[in-house]
């Protein structure tokens, strides 16, 4: 049985910083491409980051772009995303996911797991 488990979610104050992971057991981690979406009340889930199998490819969202950093630990079988300089419009439920194969997706119904999700506020 598959499982992502995160962690590292809390709140923090505007310009904060906060390092979230992901740890997947269940199936080999390092077949499978490796995203993190997110999902504020009221709106859609989208997507924040993402990360090729291998580690050598990643993107992000436009909103996140030099402030957000994604990676991965194949040894550890878990992803993080490092977020720097938070502003309250990250406030949201972050989710990781996960999707078999070499490159990462952006619409979540690509992803084959997903874990419970890991609430960050961001106050201002």
């Known amino acids: 049985q598959v499982q992502l488990v995160e962690s590292g979610g809390g709140l923090v104050q505007a310009g904060g910083s906060l390092r979230l992971s992901c740890a997947m057991s269940?199936?080999?981690?390092?077949?499978?491409?490796m995203a993190w979406f997110r999902q504020a009340p009221g709106k859609e889930r989208e997507f924040v980051a993402g990360?090729?199998?291998?580690?050598?490819?990643?993107d992000y969202a436009d909103s996140v772009k030099g402030r957000f950093t994604i990676s991965r630990d194949n040894a550890k079988n878990t992803v993080f995303l490092q977020m720097n300089s938070l502003k309250p419009d990250d406030t949201a439920v972050y989710y990781c996911?996960?999707?078999?194969?070499?490159?990462?997706?952006?619409?979540?119904?690509?992803?084959?797991?997903w874990g419970q999700g890991t609430q960050v506020t961001v106050s201002s």
């Open positions: 269940g199936r080999t981690f390092r077949t499978y491409a």
């Open positions: 996911a996960a999707t078999y194969g070499l490159g990462y997706n952006y619409r979540p119904n690509e992803y084959d797991y």
């Open positions: 990360i090729s199998w291998t580690g050598g490819s990643t």
